[in-house]
């Protein structure tokens, strides 16, 4: 990547994006403004970058146009010192500006709709399922976000068969998107009167919320469905008919939701359901040909990848995509994610720039 050329171009673009903005004829223009002034935004911090970068290099030109054109030997010397500190903040600013023109995720801005699913190991699975539910919404209290249920399924032995949940704040699918996948564990079941140590797992998918205007969903593809509520051991049991199963024909996929006492409530739920599972087939295209050209992609989106080990013996938390284990699994499992999360977004940029560099 030419790294110059790249940033005039979009130093060029963020002129005319001032030019934009002068114009008062924009401001009668609410979602063109929007757009405008989001990208203004963005390009500020790079181009800020850039010109100070530019003025680091000027500086070490002068300094070594001095160094030729002096013959003092104490000046000399002084400004050989500045150019190596001037260079390392150089280097420095040049890495970062090199992050900064990763093209951004147009998803990592939307809130997250996450589903798990008990998976092998019985009972023990369903169990899994819900300290995985646990630990997450342990995590977006950490970060002040609001948890919305969308969709559960009990087990009888404690835990979830399956359960669908909203995760609405800032840049949440930016973060959550790395926990799809299947997730291992490994310990010894309440129920194993031989203490030995038994393998289950859930799976994980993270989808990201999708707009009406991101899906175009029209009305005659769907049937819609009311049926009474139930849920075991007599919970969340109603009266009415108010939970809603929506089937998309030309898909096959069907959503439902039982949650609210409304079906109204429930019919928008499933629907919100229904257009980011529709949303997420048309980039699992995409995400399969850009992973086909990523030799260690972080984020594939793939749920049949085994992505975390969480050993309860040990202790040992592991993440195979990144070579990560720590032994701090209590902590992991009370929601202290974010160290873990944010290793796995730098190794995902390290790619990513990779990627622009060849």
Partial sequence: MDIEKKLKELTSRYKELDVVLTD??????????????????????????????????????????????????EISELARSEISDLKKKSSELEEKIRFELIPADPDDSKNAIIEIRAGTGGDEASIFAGDLFEMYRRYADEKRW???????NDSEKGGFKEIVFKLEGADVFAEMKYESGVHRVQRVPETESQGRVHTSAATVAVLPEAEEVDVQIHPADLEFEAYRASGAGGQHVNTTDSAVRIRHIPSGLVVTCQQERSQHKNRDKAMALLRSRLYEHELEQKNRER???????????????????????????????????????????????SEVIQSLRVQDQLERLGELSE
């Fill in 24 to 73: 008062p004829a924009i401001y009668g223009q609410p979602e063109k403004l929007a757009e405008v002034t989001r990208e203004h935004s963005r390009l500020k911090t790079l181009v800020d970058d850039y010109r100070q970068w530019q003025q680091l290099k000027k500086q070490i030109s002068d300094n070594l146009e001095l160094i030729e054109q002096n013959e003092d030997p």
């Fill in 146 to 152: 609001s948890l919305e249920l969308l969709s559960m």
């Fill in 291 to 337: 992973a086909a050209s990523r030799k260690n992609q972080v984020s594939t989106g793939d749920r049949s990848a085994k992505i975390r080990t969480y050993n309860f013996p040990q202790g040992r938390f592991t993440d195979h995509r990144i070579g990560l284990t720590r032994y701090d699994l209590d902590a992991v499992m009370k929601g202290n994610l």
